[in-house]
């Protein structure tokens, strides 16, 4: 099984911050890379796709990058409506989520 | 508008039993292969199954696997998962969610399970 390594599991930034989420894979999954961003009492949210593809209809201050076994999410111009849990997902060999990274806006 | 509504969930004691549906509009349903996502109070995401688009093929987390078993009905544009010797650790919020083949890009608001005497 493909054990996927988020990181970190809290931060806390200010509004207009950029933030980085690092995602590490047990072995490589290419590209097969999601990122999702989850609110309480909400459903989750796909916001990249292939690992560097944004999905349509979000805003272009999400980016994803990396690939093999290193992925990252960068949240850059932070807003409030930002603060979520944000989740990585491999679909490479079923399907694996990160343990989350709780972000907090100050 | 492409969507998805679970719903089944409930309060069971352990040992139970209960059948989640997740109903699809708004899309091609024959077209895609959909997964199970879990998430328990206070825990992340956990993948616990899926089926292709043609439901010949399955998959099981190990957490779940001899006492889940997921399905479609084509015809009725729905996914079921039939939960059997439910135990505590089975409470969650359960999610289906559409997969595209590169991500989900469609989940429903989710159905709560409680398993609890």
């Known amino acids: 099984d493909i054990q996927m390594t988020q990181s970190p599991s809290t931060l806390s930034a200010s509004v207009r911050d950029r933030v980085t989420i690092t995602c590490r894979a047990s072995?490589?999954?290419?590209?097969?890379l999601a990122w999702y961003q989850h609110k309480p009492g909400k459903a989750p949210k796909l916001l990249i796709y292939?690992?560097?593809n944004l999905e349509s209809g979000v805003s272009s201050r999400f980016s994803g990058g990396g690939s093999g076994t290193e992925f990252t999410l960068t949240i850059s111009g932070l807003q409030p409506d930002d603060s979520a849990t944000y989740y990585c997902?491999?679909?490479?060999?079923?399907?694996?989520f990160g343990q989350g990274t709780r972000l907090e806006i100050k | 508008e492409e969507q998805l509504l679970e719903s089944g969930g409930g309060l069971v004691q352990p040992g139970g039993s209960l059948r989640l549906s997740c109903e699809a509009s708004?899309?091609?349903?024959?077209?895609?292969?959909f997964i199970w996502v879990r998430q328990a109070p206070g825990k992340g995401l956990e993948w616990i199954s899926d089926?292709?688009?043609?439901?010949?093929?399955?998959h099981y987390a190990d957490s779940v696997k001899g006492r889940f078993t997921i399905s479609r009905d084509n015809s009725k544009s729905t996914i079921y998962m039939h939960m059997n010797s439910l135990r505590a650790e089975d409470t969650a919020v359960y999610y289906c969610?559409?997969?595209?083949?590169?991500?989900?890009?469609?989940w429903g608001q989710g159905t709560t399970v409680t398993v609890s005497s």
């Open positions: 089926i292709t688009s043609s439901g010949i093929s399955t």
């Open positions: 072995q490589s999954i290419s590209n097969s």
């Open positions: 708004g899309f091609t349903f024959a077209k895609y292969g």
């Open positions: 969610a559409k997969d595209r083949g590169h991500g989900m890009d469609v």
């Open positions: 997902h491999q679909y490479k060999s079923y399907h694996t």
């Open positions: 292939g690992a560097s």
